[in-house]
Each structure stands twice: as structure tokens, then as C-alpha cells.
């Protein structure tokens, strides 16, 4: 395929089937989970961050078997044939020779001063690091999935709120008319109460926007597709209140404890070191046995086969490389210090989250009680009005500005056990914890 430029500047190249592969066809269809845990294990399965960090721990695994491989010998097998013809001063024909026939030879270094332990070393400590850094990918996943299924919870509580404002305004509307037609109200009161309807639906309106948003999020936060349905349904399980007993010193201890991203600063600065230890230990001799063992046939019948042998150790010394290797061993230093220094300055930061999680903890804990004392005060308001109204010793004003506060009431509470459940899973996250119920689960 000829792939033709934009003919003048700010043109769109237009040639996308030149790509030598198509993407896939939306998958459509609804998807079902039963439970939290079970949406949360899809989205580890199928995620892309899931994937890519476990290719990288795979990756540094084979590293590692490839570093640990220098503590074998090396056994190289050959075959040689080989056309010779010496050249005369005398004139004389001299016969062409073909040689060929198989050889071994082995290699193995006997001793290096600890070069290749460090190594080794150096290369497990890399290892331990992505796998800590994988363990956090795979928390971030956690933590995204619990707090878009959250909003997706709050939203879709805003949306019955609303859905049960919308109800309690057309019930008011309907007494509205009544009084009118029996001469009990004025005009402007059936206005009003309309009015107060039309702003309803479009709350309800903008909440069904905000709980679509809401599911695409979760979708992408599970590994779905946006064309795939979603069916939740399941049982809230809240978590235990917070006991007041706990001490923020006790979290922070366990987060510094648990928190993988910090533990894979601190086995990162133990790769630089054991860097530096292989960089040094380079610049001393190595001790080095070689062995060749071949057999050499001629094509020529009059000459015999032979056979070779040579077993031989050699000391190799570094005299001279320009500094190179001590430069190695200063810079593998410095990267210890400055990862050393990065697991101090991430220390303070997984101590700012927590402290912060802990007390969004506290107050998500202590709102959810103040805000049912809110709703049954609204409640009961609401109901008072409405009461006042229809015996027509109160207003219509009165009464709608106490289905208004009853609406808030309804929404705030609707988002209270949300924000509780949101504010542990930052807690968690901020631990380096994982839910119980995915722990107890496949993984």
C-alpha cells in the first residue's frame, strides 16, 4: 500500500487501514458478579497494569536465573573442518589436507573475590523490588475498584432520592390543585409547586447523568468493556466503626510494615549496594579453569585420526581500564544513598496518607450518626408542614422549603455509608492492606 502524506500543513493523515492489524470488535453483552471481591478479582485478571506488572516480575525472574547461571561451568561443543595447503620455497607439490572432526571445551571460573555472588545478589534484590512494586500495582487496582463501585453505590442513591423527591413534589402539586379548584389557594401556589417539580426532574435528570458516569468509570476500573452491561447486585457489608482505642501510632507502624512500595525503595538501594560490592570486586583477580578435549580426522585415507587434550588455569588480573570499574562502584553507591534517601522522603509520605485516611475514617464514622438525627428531624419537619398546609393554617412556601430540606437530608444520608466505606478503602490503601473478603478469596 502506497501511504500518501498530507498534501499542505495542519492536514489529518486519513490512512489508518495501513496498520498491518485491526482492533477488535467491541465486546457487548452483560456481565454479571455476585460480590465485590469477585468484580475486584476480573479487574486483576484482565487489567492492563495487572498484566504488564506481572510480565515484569517474570522478566526479573529469568534475570535472575541468568545471573545465577555463572556459578556453572560452560561447556561448548564444536565442529571444525578445515582445508589446508602448505606452500613450497622448493617447488615441490605439497598435498592438500582436510581436517575435521568434533571438540569440547569447558570453562568455569573457580574464584573472583565475590564478584559474581554480588551480582546475583544485585540481581535478586531487583527481583524482590518488582515483585513488592507489583504487589502495589495490584493494590491501586483493589483501591480503584472499590472506590468507583462506591460512587457508582452514591450515585445510584442520589438517583433514588431524587426519584422519591420527584414523587413527594407531584404529590404536592396534586393537594396544590385541589386547594385550587376548591378556591382554598391561589394561583401562584399551583406556579410554584410546578416550578418546584420542573427543578426536581431536572436533579433527577442530572443524578441518572452522574450514576451513568459513575458505572463507565467502574468499567474501566474492572477491565469491561463501555459497550458491556454491568449487573451489581449484591448486600452491602460495612465495616466494623473504627474502635476508639486505635492509635494512629499503631497504623503507622503497620503501614511501614506493610506498604510494598516503601519496602521496594529500601530493596532497590540493597541492589545499588550489591552493585557496588560486584563493581569492586571486579577490580580484584579471578581464577579461571579451561579444559579442551577434540579429535581430529583427515579425509585423506594414509593419515590417522588424533586426538587432543589440554587441561590449563589461568589467573586473569585487571592492570589498567581507565578507572572504569571504581567509577562503577561510585556511582552504584550514590544510587544507594539517593534510594535510601527516596525510602526516607516515601516513609513521610505513606505517613501523611494515613494520617489523612484516618481521619477522613473518623469523620465518615461520625457523620453517619448526625446525619440520621438530620433525616428524622426533616422528616418529621416535612410531614408537620405538609399537615399545616392541607389544614390551610400554613404555606405552600413552608412546605416546600421542608421537602427541600428533607430532600438534602435523604441525599446526605444516601451518601453517608458511602463515604464510610470509601474513607476505610483509603485507610486500607493507605496501609498496604488488602480487603478481607479478597484475601479469603483465589488470590
Known amino acids: 500500500m502506497t501511504l500518501d502524506a498530507p498534501a499542505r500543513p495542519g492536514a489529518f493523515w486519513r490512512m489508518p487501514d495501513a496498520l498491518p492489524s485491526r482492533a477488535a470488535a467491541p465486546a457487548r453483552g452483560s456481565v454479571r458478579f455476585d460480590s465485590l471481591a469477585a468484580l475486584t478479582d476480573h479487574a486483576l485478571r484482565t487489567r492492563a497494569e495487572s498484566r504488564a506488572a506481572w510480565l515484569e516480575a517474570e522478566a526479573e525472574a529469568a534475570r535472575l536465573d541468568a545471573a545465577s547461571a555463572a556459578n556453572w561451568p560452560t561447556l561448548t561443543g564444536q565442529f571444525n573442518f578445515t582445508r589446508s595447503q602448505a606452500l613450497s620455497s622448493s617447488g615441490a607439490s605439497v598435498p592438500v589436507l582436510h581436517r575435521y572432526g568434533p571438540s569440547l571445551g569447558l570453562a568455569y571460573v573457580l574464584y573472583d573475590f565475590g564478584a559474581r555472588a554480588a551480582g546475583i545478589d544485585a540481581q535478586r534484590y531487583q527481583l524482590i523490588a518488582t ?112 474502635d476508639a482505642a486505635t492509635l494512629l501510632a499503631d497504623l503507622l507502624a503497620e503501614a511501614e510494615r506493610q506498604r510494598p512500595d516503601l519496602h521496594a525503595l529500601r530493596a532497590a538501594a540493597l541492589r545499588a549496594k550489591s552493585e557496588a560490592e560486584r563493581a569492586r570486586a571486579s577490580r580484584w583477580p579471578s581464577l579461571a579453569l579451561a579444559a579442551n578435549a577434540g579429535r581430529t580426522l583427515f579425509l585423506e585415507d594414509e593419515r590417522s585420526p588424533s586426538n587432543t587434550y589440554n587441561v590449563g588455569v589461568t589467573l586473569s588480573v585487571p592492570l589498567f581500564d581507565g578507572g572504569r570499574l571504581a567509577a562503577d562502584a561510585r556511582a552504584a553507591e550514590r544510587d544507594a544513598e539517593r534510594l535510601a ?37 426533616a422528616d418529621e419537619s416535612a410531614r408537620a408542614a405538609e399537615a399545616r398546609y392541607k389544614a390551610g393554617v400554613g404555606s405552600l412556601l413552608e412546605w416546600l422549603t421542608a421537602q427541600a430540606d428533607l430532600a438534602r437530608a435523604r441525599q446526605a444520608q444516601a451518601q453517608a455509608d458511602s463515604d464510610w466505606l470509601a474513607a476505610f478503602s483509603r485507610l486500607n490503601h493507605a496501609l498496604g492492606r488488602l480487603p478481607a473478603a479478597l484475601t479469603e478469596s483465589s488470590l
Open 131 to 242: 515483585l513488592l512494586n507489583n504487589n502495589r500495582a495490584l493494590q491501586d487496582i483493589v483501591t480503584g475498584v472499590e472506590t468507583a463501585w462506591f460512587a457508582v453505590q452514591a450515585a445510584r442513591s442520589q438517583v433514588a432520592a431524587q426519584t422519591q423527591q420527584l414523587a413527594a413534589l407531584g404529590a404536592s402539586l396534586d393537594a396544590v390543585d385541589v386547594r385550587v379548584r376548591g378556591g382554598l389557594a391561589a394561583r401562584a401556589d399551583a406556579l410554584r409547586a410546578r416550578a418546584a417539580l420542573a427543578e426536581a426532574e431536572l436533579a433527577r435528570n442530572a443524578a441518572a447523568r452522574d450514576l451513568g458516569k459513575a458505572e463507565a468509570a467502574l468499567k474501566q476500573a474492572a477491565g469491561i468493556a463501555q459497550t458491556q452491561t454491568l449487573a451489581l447486585d449484591w448486600p452491602n457489608a460495612l465495616p466494623p466503626d473504627l
Open 341 to 377: 534517601a527516596a525510602a526516607d522522603a516515601q516513609q513521610q509520605t505513606v505517613a501523611l496518607e494515613v494520617v489523612q485516611a484516618f481521619e477522613d475514617v473518623r469523620y465518615a464514622q461520625s457523620a453517619r450518626a448526625g446525619i440520621t438525627l438530620q433525616f428524622d428531624s
